[in-house]
């Protein structure tokens, strides 16, 4: 006897589905489960054309509809297409931003040891004419202009991506607060680029004067002038553009101390609120001893007003206990405002000197060093050669530059240790961080190359908008008329107002009401706390 063959079975067709539901039915109720009659036979003959072509329809319309989905597809693959190329763009970025960032300590170095000591070097061999010495400082001096190289392009870069990306976010959203917060940036990025390019070009020259001088070729002397020309044109740019940066932060504390002392400002408000706590209360008491009178016995009325007078009193308990949550709120408003406002004016005091300091200062000391070499160069038979003036600006550059990158240094460690290990310091409404141990904090706060991002300024970013923003704000419903005015007054003078804005009051009010542009004004609050 043969095995049986096993067939794949198919499915059925529209037709016999019918026929057999007709049998089931049949069965139910008691009808023969033959072929049935004649008409049956054509009924379903009929189904099952019907169904052949109901079949066939819908292959077809769904061969149109994804011929008709292609270009949607294709779009949709245009747009994958344009986000992986945004995202290639944003991986180089970060990848040169943290290459810059890993050789900033070591071109800090070079910047104020390595390259003022060369200067050293060379006034000595200049003047003892050890020609030995003069070879070491110009292979020092090589080394050191190259470092400076390789750590300037890769910021100059990440300086151009971040330009260009500001600046079409910026044409995206021609007004409101992404508007200022991008247009700004790409404003401060543009000017980093170049200036980065020129910085580029005068290591450049530095480089090349080095080299002329170890090879001890004829045009060592027209070197040294074009590496002078480029670090006096180069350190007077930057001196200048720090001097605009501080004439910025002094203008901004400025404004902000003109906002006043909020205790004093706020103090008729919180005087007025407290009488009427005051009040409140006496209410409420009144109310409830006109409750308890319904209970002596001398009442001839006995107990028909007492549910009016409950209800009286429940009334003014509750109106008492809402002015006095409102006074609470106030009296804390008013000391977020101030805690917020001296923020405000430390960080600009913090820049001031920063950017004396780091640049108004040491980068004209360094341009007068170049003019020093300029100067050696076409007056060295007259016995400049051996002037110890362009080794003592460079020195004091070098020193002040140092210094202040030393400090920047010390206190990111400082804020990226704070923000692991203390992190509910600084914890928003809601957060609850988990602090690490001491040895991860450290190797937290060892990783110069990330920005600490849940730390005090952050937070008080968070507080200046919660005091700024309206009732449609979790968090603001509370604020009084004149609270939020004076947060939307610390905003103008933090420079983030209707005009920055180029909008009108009443839209850039709207702005501050408005869930959805919450994270974009946190964003511009924060940068703008910290610029001048």
Same mark, same amino acid.
């Given at each position: 006897m043969?095995?049986?063959?096993?067939?794949?079975?198919? &499915?059925?067709?529209?037709?016999?589905?019918?026929?057999?539901?007709?049998? *089931?039915?049949?069965?139910?109720?008691?009808?023969?489960?033959?072929?049935?009659?004649?008409?049956?036979? #054509? @009924? $379903?003959?009929?189904?099952?054309? #019907? +169904?052949?072509? #109901?079949?066939?329809?819908?292959v077809q319309r769904a061969r149109r509809e994804d011929k008709g989905k292609a270009p949607e597809n294709g779009g949709?693959?245009?747009?994958?297409?344009?986000?992986?190329?945004?995202?290639? &763009?944003d991986r180089i970025s970060g $990848? $040169?931003?943290?290459?810059?960032?890993?050789?900033?300590?070591?071109?800090?170095?070079?910047?104020?040891?390595?390259?003022?000591?060369?200067?050293?070097?060379?006034?000595?061999?200049?003047?003892?004419?050890?020609?030995? @010495?003069?070879?070491?400082?110009?292979v020092s001096g090589t080394s050191a202009g190259a470092m400076n190289l390789v750590t300037e392009v890769p910021g100059t870069a990440v300086n151009a991506f971040d330009w260009h990306k500001s600046r079409k976010a910026a044409k995206a959203s021609p007004t409101g607060v992404k508007h200022h917060t991008n247009d700004r940036r790409a404003n401060v990025k543009g000017a980093d680029t170049v200036v980065g390019a020129a910085s580029s070009a005068n290591y450049t020259a530095a480089v090349a004067k080095e080299v002329t001088k170890v090879q001890h070729a004829a045009d060592a002397a027209m070197a040294a002038e074009a590496s002078g020309?480029?670090?006096?044109?180069?350190?007077t740019a930057k001196g200048v553009?720090?001097?605009?940066?501080?004439?910025?932060?002094?203008?901004?504390?400025?404004?902000?101390?003109?906002?006043?002392?909020?205790? #004093?400002?706020?103090?008729?408000?919180?005087?007025?609120? /407290?009488?009427?706590?005051i009040e409140a209360n006496w209410a409420a008491a009144r109310a409830y001893a006109n409750l308890d009178s319904y209970w002596n016995e001398d009442n001839p009325g006995g107990l028909l007003g007492a549910a009016d007078a409950l209800g009286g009193t429940a009334e003014a308990m509750s109106v008492a206990h809402e002015v006095a949550e409102t006074l609470d709120q106030a009296q804390k408003n008013v000391q977020r405002l101030d805690t917020a406002q001296k923020f405000v004016k430390q960080k600009q005091i913090n820049k001031i000197g920063k950017e004396a300091a780091g640049g108004a200062l040491s980068e004209p000391l360094k341009a007068g060093a170049g003019a020093v070499t300029i100067a050696n160069a076409v007056m060295v038979g007259a016995g400049l050669a051996s002037n110890p003036v362009g080794w003592g600006l460079a020195g004091a550059g070098g020193g002040l530059i140092l210094g202040v990158t030393l400090y920047k240094a010390l206190r990111?460690?400082?804020? *990226?240790?704070?923000?692991?290990?203390?992190?509910?310091?600084?914890? @928003?409404? +809601?957060?609850?961080?988990?602090?690490?141990?001491?040895?991860?904090?450290?190797?937290?706060?060892?990783?110069?190359?990330?920005?600490?991002?849940?730390? /005090? *300024?952050?937070?008080?970013?968070?507080?200046?908008?919660?005091?700024?923003?309206?009732?449609?704000?979790?968090?603001?419903? *509370?604020?009084?008329?004149?609270?939020?005015?004076? +947060?939307?007054?610390?905003?103008?003078?933090?420079?983030?107002?209707?005009?920055?804005?180029?909008?009108? /009051?009443?839209?850039?009010?709207?702005? @501050?009401?408005?869930?959805?542009?919450?994270?974009?004004?946190?964003?511009?609050?924060?940068?703008?706390?910290?610029?001048?």
């Open positions: 043969s095995a049986p063959v096993h067939r794949t079975p198919e &499915r059925p067709s529209v037709a016999a589905l019918a026929s057999a539901r007709e049998r *089931r039915e049949g069965s139910r109720t008691g009808s023969p489960s033959g072929t049935g009659t004649s008409a049956q036979q #054509a @009924l $379903l003959g009929l189904q099952s054309s #019907a +169904g052949n072509q #109901a079949a066939t329809a819908a949709a693959s245009a747009e994958a297409k344009k986000k992986s190329k945004k995202n290639y &763009r $990848l $040169l931003d943290r290459l810059k960032k890993n050789l900033d300590t070591v071109d800090t170095w070079v910047k104020g040891v390595q390259t003022p000591g060369n200067a050293g070097m060379s006034q000595q061999a200049s003047a003892t004419a050890d020609t030995g @010495l003069k070879d070491s400082a110009a020309v480029t670090s006096t044109v180069v350190g553009r720090s001097a605009f940066r501080i004439g910025g932060a002094i203008s901004k504390l400025k404004k902000v101390k003109e906002l006043g002392d909020p205790e #004093a400002v706020h103090a008729a408000s919180l005087t007025e609120l /407290e009488e009427l706590r990111a460690v400082t804020k *990226r240790y704070e923000e692991a290990h203390h992190p509910e310091r600084w914890a @928003l409404e +809601g957060e609850n961080p988990e602090a690490k141990s001491r040895s991860e904090s450290l190797g937290h706060a060892l990783k110069f190359w990330q920005k600490v991002s849940k730390g /005090e *300024r952050r937070f008080i970013a968070h507080e200046i908008y919660s005091l700024a923003a309206g009732p449609d704000i979790p968090g603001s419903g *509370r604020n009084t008329r004149d609270m939020r005015q004076s +947060g939307m007054s610390l905003l103008i003078a933090m420079k983030a107002g209707p005009e920055q804005h180029k909008m009108d /009051e009443a839209a850039w009010v709207a702005s @501050l009401n408005d869930p959805a542009q919450k994270e974009a004004w946190i964003k511009e609050i924060m940068e703008q706390a910290a610029s001048g």
